[in-house]
């Protein structure tokens, strides 16, 4: 069964303390790995996308990268306005389908 | 300003009425999509269109409608036959193939 698991389901961090968020994944034939963020009431804003094992992306304090079973989501010194819910999802191949995780909540405190 | 709206943003509805929620998008996107978000679940797929005239169910279509006949627009009727339909509900697009999905901003409907 294709599926998505994210963790941890929430992460406290204090502004500057460096931390990294887990998305796992077992699909039948991954045509891309996708991240995002979400504000409360808000519809999620893309972030990353991630096709191949051993690709990277990078934007600002964000790092996303990609193994064959899991994707990171590396968060350097993070600001309190990077507090959000921060959702990955997957494309199977050969169909449109995505498959989201749950989502990790982080709350970066200052 | 390409993007996707949806409206209304709030949405309150009576058991026994059909209401119909907007998505429009100017991105020129073929694939369109409804999700449903229910706190501590992913996105649910409610329905898909890959083109014009054109739709297919998605996980959790049963009680729910949609039409597609222009390219631009995807409303989703929630029908008096969903059983539970408060949730947030997000309308996606993408350009087709190997792309990510766009959101619009999510419409929150609430029984009373």
């Known amino acids: 069964e294709d599926q998505v698991t994210q963790s941890p389901e929430a992460l406290r961090l204090q502004e500057g303390e460096s931390s990294s968020l887990n998305c796992s994944y077992t699909v039948s034939g991954l045509r891309g790995l996708f991240w995002y963020r979400q504000d409360p009431g808000k519809g999620p804003e893309f972030l990353f996308t991630l096709y191949s094992a051993g690709e990277e992306k990078e934007k600002e304090r964000l790092k996303a990268t990609l193994t064959k079973k899991e994707s990171f989501l590396h968060i350097t010194a993070p600001k309190p306005e990077d507090s959000a819910t921060y959702l990955c999802a997957v494309q199977v191949g050969g169909t449109y389908k995505y498959i989201f995780g749950t989502g990790t909540r982080l709350k970066v405190l200052a | 300003d390409g993007g996707i709206t949806q409206s209304p943003k709030y949405l309150f509805r009576k058991e026994g009425q059909n209401v119909t929620l907007s998505c429009e998008q100017n991105l020129n996107h073929d694939a369109m999509y409804w999700y449903r978000q229910d706190p501590g679940q992913g996105l649910r797929l409610i329905y898909y269109?890959?083109?014009?005239?054109?739709?297919q169910k998605g996980d959790i279509a049963e009680g729910y409608s949609v039409s597609r006949e222009k390219k631009e627009s995807f409303p989703l009727t929630v029908t008096s036959a969903q059983k539970n339909p408060t949730a947030f509900y997000l309308c996606?697009?993408?350009?087709?193939?190997?792309?990510?999905?766009?959101f619009g901003p999510g419409t929150r409907l609430t029984v009373l």
């Open positions: 269109s890959q083109i014009v005239n054109d739709f």
């Open positions: 996606a697009s993408e350009s087709g193939g190997e792309y990510e999905q766009f």
